[in-house]
Nanobody, 126 residues
Framework: QVQLQESGGGSVQAGGSLRLSCAASGDTISRYSMGWFRQAPGKEREGVAA???????AYSDSVKGRFTISRDNAEKSLYLQMNSLKPEDTAIYYC????????????????????WGQGTQVTVSS
């Protein structure tokens, strides 16, 4: 089992950048696929970016070219570098992990993910 804790959220103006971090505790994360998901008010949770244990990545179309996911297994950490932020990126961002791949057919798997963090708020003002 892993426990996940996000940090790095905050408020930023459009065009700005933020870096989210997710610290894992418990099991080693090298075996896990990990990802970032977000949920805006009144909307369903959506996949933003995912990275499998073999390093394969996937991004939602809305963030491609602006966000970069990375992981440091030795530090048991997951990161999301967010550049060129837009007001529509405003949401609670969640870190997630699963022993099964989160990148399936080039897309982010969103079903039955076992482990979630509590979320960090990102607010982008225009």
């Amino acid at each position: 089992q892993v426990q996940l804790q996000e940090s790095g959220g905050g408020s930023v103006q459009a065009g700005g950048s933020l870096r989210l971090s997710c610290a894992a505790s418990g099991d080693t994360i090298s075996r896990y696929s990990m990802g970032w998901f977000r949920q805006a008010p009144g909307k369903e949770r959506e996949g933003v970016a995912a990275i499998d244990s073999d390093g394969t990545t996937a991004y939602s179309d809305s963030v491609k070219g602006r966000f970069t996911i990375s992981r440091d297994n030795a530090e048991k950490s997951l990161y999301l570098q967010m550049n060129s932020l837009k007001p529509e990126d405003t949401a609670i961002y969640y870190c997630a992990a699963d022993l099964f791949p989160l990148v399936v057919g080039g897309e982010i798997e969103t079903k039955q993910i076992d482990y979630w963090g509590q979320g960090t708020q990102v607010t982008v003002s225009s």
